[in-house]
């Protein structure tokens, strides 16, 4: 059961052209999970089930953000092999942020996203 709280940040809406492309690209490289809302426009709940949103159409996409928000993966390396196979780019390689394990990609749309991994623990 999601957390309810003040503060807590709990929807998102991510510009798209085609939803049924992007709602394809979340669920294959992150695990969201895909839903049609009552008004039949497709949303999602990422893998956690804390945080939904939906894709909207007539909005720029994120190309250039000022807020980047990362998303936290198992692998890295496994997540962007699997965002180039399915129409995202990495726009920013791992390694530009050391210590922290990220890079920053783009989605099908051009929505720049970073990834996050968690570090090995000693």
Request: hydrophobic share 35%; glycine share 10%.
């Amino acid at each position: 059961m999601p957390t309810n709280m003040n503060g807590k940040i709990c929807y998102l809406e991510l510009p798209s052209n085609d939803s049924s492309r992007s709602s394809v690209f979340y669920q294959t490289i992150f695990g969201w999970n895909i839903r049609k809302r009552g008004d039949g426009a497709l949303a999602f709940d990422d893998a956690t089930g804390e945080v939904s949103g939906a894709w909207v159409k007539g909005r720029k996409p994120a190309t250039d953000p000022a807020v980047i928000i990362y998303i936290m993966v198992d692998s890295l390396e496994n997540t962007i092999m699997l965002i180039e196979k399915h129409g995202g780019k990495i726009v920013q390689p791992p390694g530009m942020d050391v210590p922290e394990l990220t890079a920053r990609f783009s989605d099908p749309d051009g929505n720049v996203f970073g990834l996050y991994q968690e570090p090995a623990k000693k």
